[in-house]
C-alpha cells in the first residue's frame, strides 16, 4: 500500500471528531422555541442558578438549506470561540483566532481590543481609551503587519502600522494572528501578522440580515454616543452570493491628560562620558544651587522640571463604514470573489490645557531643595517679565480625518482535480487630510507673580501662584477672575499634515496536487507590490509665522476682542485618580475666534519690525518634514505541503526583492533670532531637494511541523527567517529643528533610505492539548534573534553649520548591531457542558537590544501580558467579563543620557457584557469598559529616581444595545 493512503491532513483528522448531541433538536426540546417559551428577565435573572441545570449552553437555530436539508447554525461567544479553537488547531502555523459571534457581531467593538485576549497580544490605546495599534509577543507595531483578505492596508500614521479605530469591527468576520510563517505568507513582519477577514454570503446560505442599534455613555465626561450597524447576506441559487454592510457610529469622549512637552532638564555631566550627556540639555545654564555660576561636581547631572501641563482632551469621533462582497460560482471549480470596503474616521480632538514654563535659567529659580539628584522645591519671583513664570493657556487640537480604501477581485479555478490557480489583483489607499488644521496655540499671562513649585511624584506637581494683585491662580480660575486681559498672545502655531498612502497589489498563485513521496501539495507565486506614500507638512514653522506673534510682538488679549477666551472648564472628576495642590479649573479659548482677531491686527505696526500680518503666519509647506517615497516589491514563493501517518509539514521559500526610492528636502539655517528668554526664530535658506535611492533582496526560508501525538494532543515546530521594513517615514532623509522656537536646540532627523530592514532567525515550539470539547490547553515557547532593529541615536555637542557656530543636540535612527526577544505562551480555554466558560493567557518576553556595542532595553516590548475571562451562555443569556493586563515596559530609552529610559506603567483594562435574547430575531445587551477606571501613567527614571512623565485618564463606558436579525 502506497504510503498517501496511510497519511490524513489535519483537517481530515479533526473532521472526524464525535458530533455534539446538543446541537440536536430531537435529543434536545428546549431548542424549540415552542417548548421553550422566553422567561421574563426578571424572573430569569432570579432563576438563573436552576437555569444552568435544565437549558442547554449557547445560542442555536435550525434553518433549512438549499436542498431542504436542516441546518443548525450556531451563533453567539461560545460559537466564535469554539469556532477560533477549530482554526487554532488546523492551521498549519502558530496561530490565534477571534470569530465574529454572528453574521455583523464582533466579540468588541473595537478588533485591537479583541486581540488583546489572545496569547502575546497588547494594544495602545488612544484618546477615550479606544484600541489603535497592535503588538505581538511584546514586539511592537512597527514589527507587525496587518492585511485584509490578505491584502496590505493602507494607513494614515507616517510610518506602516495600521491604526485599528479607522476600521469597525462590524466590517469583519474575524481576524487571524500568525506568529510563525510560511513561505506562502506575505513578508514584512517579525512579531506576527494580524490577518482581518471578511465573511463570505456561502458560510450561511439564504437570506440573512442584520440591524443593530447602541447607545452610550462616557461616565467621566457625561458624553453620549450612538451607533447603527446593518448587515445583509444573500445566496441565489448556488451561484451567486451578495453581502453588504453599512455602520455609522458617532461618539464624544473626554480624556484627562497631563505631560511635559519641555520635558526634564538635566544638567551636563562631562567628568563621565559613558553617561553620554557631555553638554546636557539645560538652555537656559546650568542648574545652580549655590549660584556660584559653576558646574561643580555635586551638580552634574542634576535634574529639574522643564515644563509640564494638564488638561482634558475633548473627542469628536464620527465613523462610517460601507463594505461589500459579491462571490459567483459559475462552476464547481471556479469561483470569482469581488469586495471591498470605504471607511470614513472623523476624530477631531480638542485640547484644553493649562501649561507652566519653568525651565531654570540664573538668577530665576530660588529657595531650591535637592534630594537624590533632583531640585524637587523651588520658587519663581523675578520682576523681570521673561524670567518670572508666566502661567500658560493651551489649545491643542489634532483634525484628524481619514478615508481608508480597499478594493479587490479575486479568482480560483480548479483546472484539474490535481491544479489550481489563484489570481488576486487590489488597491488600498488610506488619505489624512490635517494640513494646517491641527493647532499648538499659546496664551501667556502677563502678571507679575511669585510661583512655588514642588514634586510629590504624582503624575502633576503642586503649583501655587500669588499675583501682585492679591489674587490666587487657583481659585481665581475657578471662580472665573481670570479674564482675557491676563494674558498676552504667545506662540501660534498651525500644523498638521496631509498623508497620501497608495498601495496596488498582483498575485498570481498555483498548487499542484501531488499526493506521492509525503508531498500533498506543491504551492508556487508570484506577485508584485507598489506602494507610494507621500506627507506634506502644512505649518508655519518653517516660515517662523509660529512666533510672529510672540516676545516684544505680543498682543494684550483684551485688545483683541472677538470672545477669545470663551469658557471657563471644571470637568466633574477632574484628574481625581492624581493627588496634589494644583488648580482644577482650567480656560479654553476658541481658535478660530483667536485667528479672526488676530487678522483684524494686520497692517498695524509691529513693535519689533514690519507690521501684523495673518499672511505671514498662517500656516505653509514645511519641505523639511515633507517627503514622497516610493516602494516596488517583488515576491516569488515555493512551498511543499508534507504529510505523513499522524504528520503534516510544510517547508518553502519566499525570495522577495524591494526597491525604495525617497525624496525629501532640506534647508540650512542662516540665521537665529532672539525674540526673548526662551524664544527664538531660525531663518532658513531656500530649500533643496535631497533623493536617496536603496535596494535590497532576501530569502526567507520556512518550515513548520506538526506531530498529532494523540487524537487531542499535537506538537508543533517551526523556524524561519523573517524581515520587517523600515517605517515608511523612516526611510526618507527628512528632519525638523523646530525646537528652536522654545530654546531647545534640537535637530530631529526623520529618517534615511540606506537604514537597513529588520531581520531575524526565529523558532517556535507549542504543545497543544484539545482535551476535552471546545476546550484546550497550550504551552509555546520562541525565540527570534533580531538583526540590524532600528533605534534612535542621540547625539549631543554637534555642529550643523548653524551661524555663530551653535551647538545642537541631534536625534536621528539607525539600525542597532543585534537584538534578542524570546518568551513563552500558555493559554487556556473549557467551556463547561451547564453554561460557563473560562479562557486565560499569560505571555512571557525577555528581550535584550545592543547598539554600537552597548546593551540596552528594546523599546516597547512588554514582558509580560496575561488576559483571564469568564463567560456564561444559557439559553437566552449571555455574560461575560475579561481582564487584559499589560506590564510595564520601556517605551524609550537614554532620554536624559545612559540609562534614563521612559516606562508606561503596567495596565488592567477590564470589560464586561451582559445580554438576553428575547426572541430568535431580538437581542438586548450592556456592555462596559474599563470598569476599573484604569489609566497611563508613564515614567521616566534610572533605576533610582523616578519621576511623571505623563499621565491618561479614559473613565469608564456603558454602551447598550439592540439587535434584530432575519
Known amino acids: 500500500m502506497s504510503s498517501h493512503l496511510h497519511r490524513r491532513s489535519h483537517a481530515d483528522h479533526h473532521s472526524r471528531l464525535a458530533p455534539n448531541p446538543a446541537l440536536n433538536p430531537a435529543l434536545h426540546p428546549a431548542l424549540n422555541p415552542a417548548q421553550n417559551p422566553v422567561l421574563k428577565p426578571i424572573t430569569s435573572a432570579c432563576l438563573l442558578a436552576l437555569a444552568t441545570l435544565a437549558v442547554p449552553a449557547g445560542a442555536q437555530e435550525a434553518t433549512a438549506d438549499a436542498d431542504g436539508l436542516v441546518q443548525v447554525v450556531v451563533t453567539g461567544t461560545r460559537a466564535s470561540l469554539q469556532q477560533s479553537l477549530t482554526l487554532k488547531r488546523n492551521s498549519a502555523v502558530v496561530q490565534d483566532s477571534i470569530s465574529a459571534t454572528e453574521l455583523g457581531r464582533f466579540p468588541d467593538n473595537n478588533v485591537a481590543d479583541s486581540l488583546s485576549h489572545i496569547t502575546g497580544v497588547s494594544i495602545s490605546r488612544t484618546a477615550g481609551g479606544e484600541g489603535q495599534r497592535v503588538s505581538i509577543r511584546g514586539l511592537g507595531p512597527d514589527y507587525t503587519i496587518t492585511t485584509f483578505n490578505g491584502r496590505l492596508l493602507g494607513t494614515d500614521s507616517a510610518g506602516r502600522y495600521f491604526a485599528y479605530d479607522v476600521l469597525p469591527a462590524d466590517v469583519i468576520s474575524g481576524a487571524d494572528v500568525v506568529k510563525s510563517t510560511q513561505a506562502q505568507l506575505i513578508e514584512g513582519a517579525i512579531g506576527g501578522l494580524v490577518n482581518l477577514r471578511s465573511a463570505s454570503p456561502f458560510e450561511q446560505k439564504g437570506q440573512r440580515g442584520l440591524l443593530r442599534v447602541e447607545a452610550d455613555r462616557n461616565q467621566m465626561s457625561d458624553l453620549n454616543g450612538r451607533k447603527l450597524s446593518g448587515t445583509y447576506s444573500n445566496t441565489f441559487g448556488d451561484k451567486v452570493g451578495v453581502l453588504l454592510g453599512v455602520v455609522y457610529a458617532k461618539r464624544d469622549v473626554r480624556t484627562d491628560t497631563a505631560g511635559n512637552d519641555g520635558g526634564w532638564s538635566r544638567n551636563a555631566v562631562p567628568s563621565d562620558p559613558s553617561q553620554f550627556w557631555e553638554f546636557g540639555n539645560t538652555w537656559g545654564g546650568a542648574i545652580d544651587p549655590n549660584g556660584n555660576g559653576v558646574l561643580d561636581a555635586d551638580e552634574e547631572g542634576l535634574v529639574g522640571p522643564g515644563q509640564f501641563r494638564f488638561g482634558s482632551i475633548m473627542e469628536k469621533k464620527e465613523r462610517l463604514a460601507l463594505s461589500g462582497k459579491v462571490e459567483w460560482r459559475p462552476t464547481r471549480d471556479l469561483k470569482v470573489v469581488v469586495d471591498g470596503f470605504k471607511t470614513r474616521l472623523d476624530s477631531p480632538q480638542v485640547g484644553y490645557q493649562l501649561s507652566f514654563y519653568p525651565l531654570y535659567a540664573p538668577g530665576r529659580w530660588s529657595s531650591m531643595q535637592v534630594a537624590n539628584g533632583v531640585v524637587n522645591d523651588l520658587t519663581l519671583s523675578s520682576d523681570d517679565p521673561e524670567l518670572r513664570l508666566n502661567p500658560e493657556v493651551l489649545n491643542k487640537t489634532e483634525f484628524r480625518v481619514v478615508d481608508t480604501t480597499m478594493v479587490g477581485a479575486n479568482a480560483d479555478w480548479k483546472i484539474s482535480p490535481t491544479f489550481k490557480v489563484t489570481g488576486d489583483l487590489y488597491e488600498s489607499t488610506s488619505k489624512r487630510d490635517s494640513g494646517g488644521k491641527d493647532t499648538y496655540v499659546v496664551l501667556r499671562m502677563n502678571q507679575p507673580n511669585v510661583t512655588r513649585i514642588r514634586l510629590t511624584g504624582a503624575a502633576v506637581p503642586d503649583v501655587t501662584?500669588?499675583?501682585?494683585?492679591?489674587?490666587?491662580?487657583?481659585?481665581?480660575?475657578?471662580?472665573?477672575?481670570?479674564?482675557?486681559?491676563?494674558?498676552?498672545?504667545?506662540?501660534?502655531?498651525?500644523?498638521?499634515?496631509?498623508?497620501?498612502?497608495?498601495?496596488?497589489?498582483?498575485?498570481?498563485?498555483?498548487?499542484?496536487?501531488?499526493?506521492?513521496?509525503?508531498?500533498?501539495?506543491?504551492?508556487?507565486?508570484?506577485?508584485?507590490?507598489?506602494?507610494?506614500?507621500?506627507?506634506?507638512?502644512?505649518?508655519?514653522?518653517?516660515?517662523?509665522?509660529?512666533?510672529?506673534?510672540?516676545?516684544?510682538?505680543?498682543?494684550?488679549?483684551?485688545?483683541?476682542?472677538?470672545?477669545?477666551?470663551?469658557?471657563?472648564?471644571?470637568?466633574?472628576?477632574?484628574?481625581?485618580?492624581?493627588?496634589?495642590n494644583f488648580p482644577r479649573s482650567f480656560l479654553g479659548f476658541d481658535v478660530d475666534n483667536y485667528a479672526q482677531a488676530l487678522k483684524a491686527y494686520d497692517g498695524k505696526a509691529r513693535p519689533g519690525g514690519g507690521v501684523y500680518s495673518s499672511t505671514v503666519s498662517a500656516p505653509a509647506w514645511n519641505p523639511l518634514e515633507s517627503y514622497r517615497v516610493s516602494e516596488k516589491t517583488t515576491a516569488a514563493f515555493v512551498q511543499a505541503d508534507l504529510a505523513g501517518e499522524n504528520w503534516s509539514a510544510d517547508v518553502g521559500v519566499r525570495l522577495v526583492r524591494t526597491k525604495t526610492t525617497a525624496q525629501a528636502w532640506d534647508a540650512k539655517i542662516i540665521d537665529i533670532v532672539e525674540n526673548g528668554s526662551f524664544n527664538y526664530t531660525a531663518v532658513y535658506a531656500d530649500p533643496s531637494a535631497v533623493r536617496q535611492e536603496a535596494s535590497y533582496t532576501f530569502g526567507l526560508p520556512s518550515f513548520n511541523f506538526t506531530y498529532s501525538i494523540t487524537d487531542n494532543l499535537q506538537l508543533r515546530l517551526g523556524a524561519a527567517k523573517t524581515m520587517a521594513r523600515p517605517s515608511v517615514d523612516k526611510l526618507a532623509p527628512s528632519s525638523t529643528t523646530a525646537s528652536i522656537s522654545w530654546g531647545d536646540f534640537t535637530q530631529i532627523f526623520g529618517g534615511n533610505a540606506e537604514l537597513k530592514p529588520y531581520s531575524a532567525r526565529q523558532?517556535?515550539?507549542?504543545?497543544?492539548?484539545?482535551?476535552?470539547?471546545?476546550?484546550?490547553?497550550?504551552?509555546?515557547?520562541?525565540?527570534?534573534?533580531?538583526?540590524?532593529?532600528?533605534?534612535?541615536?542621540?547625539?549631543t555637542g554637534q555642529d550643523i553649520g548653524a551661524p555663530g557656530g551653535r551647538l545642537f543636540n541631534v536625534q536621528r535612527p539607525i539600525n542597532g548591531d543585534s537584538a534578542k526577544a524570546r518568551g513563552m505562551e500558555i493559554g487556556l480555554q473549557h467551556l463547561f457542558d451547564n453554561g460557563f466558560g473560562v479562557r486565560a493567557q499569560y505571555t512571557r518576553n525577555l528581550s535584550s537590544s545592543w547598539v554600537n556595542g552597548v546593551e540596552r532595553p528594546l523599546e516597547g516590548i512588554a514582558p509580560a501580558t496575561a488576559s483571564f475571562g469568564v463567560l456564561y451562555e444559557r439559553g437566552p443569556w449571555s455574560m461575560s467579563t475579561t481582564a487584559d493586563y499589560t506590564d510595564s515596559f520601556v517605551t524609550a530609552t537614554n532620554v536624559l543620557g545612559a540609562g534614563w529610559n521612559e516606562t508606561a506603567k503596567s495596565m488592567t483594562w477590564l470589560t464586561a457584557q451582559l445580554a438576553y435574547e428575547v426572541n430568535k430575531s431580538l437581542r438586548i445587551s450592556i456592555e462596559g469598559n474599563n470598569l476599573t477606571d484604569a489609566e497611563q501613567a508613564p515614567r521616566l527614571g534610572n533605576g533610582t529616581v523616578s519621576l511623571p512623565n505623563g499621565y491618561y485618564r479614559y473613565g469608564r463606558s456603558i454602551t447598550l444595545g439592540a439587535s434584530l436579525k432575519f
Do not use: C
Open 465 to 580: 501662584t500669588t499675583f501682585a494683585d492679591g489674587r490666587d491662580l487657583q481659585s481665581a480660575l475657578a471662580q472665573g477672575q481670570i479674564n482675557a486681559s491676563d494674558f498676552n498672545t504667545h506662540f501660534y502655531s498651525r500644523t498638521g499634515d496631509n498623508i497620501d498612502d497608495n498601495i496596488r497589489g498582483a498575485n498570481a498563485n498555483a498548487e499542484w496536487k501531488v499526493d506521492r513521496f509525503h508531498v500533498e501539495r506543491l504551492k508556487f507565486g508570484l506577485g508584485q507590490t507598489n506602494r507610494k506614500k507621500s506627507r506634506d507638512m502644512i505649518n508655519n514653522a518653517f516660515n517662523a509665522g509660529q512666533d510672529h506673534y510672540s516676545g516684544a510682538n505680543a498682543i494684550n488679549v483684551g485688545t483683541l476682542g472677538g470672545n477669545v477666551i470663551n469658557q471657563t472648564l471644571s470637568p466633574s472628576g477632574f484628574l481625581s485618580g492624581v493627588s496634589g
Open 763 to 795: 523558532a517556535d515550539i507549542s504543545l497543544e492539548w484539545y482535551y476535552a470539547k471546545d476546550s484546550a490547553l497550550t504551552f509555546a515557547v520562541y525565540q527570534k534573534n533580531i538583526r540590524n532593529q532600528i533605534t534612535n541615536e542621540w547625539l
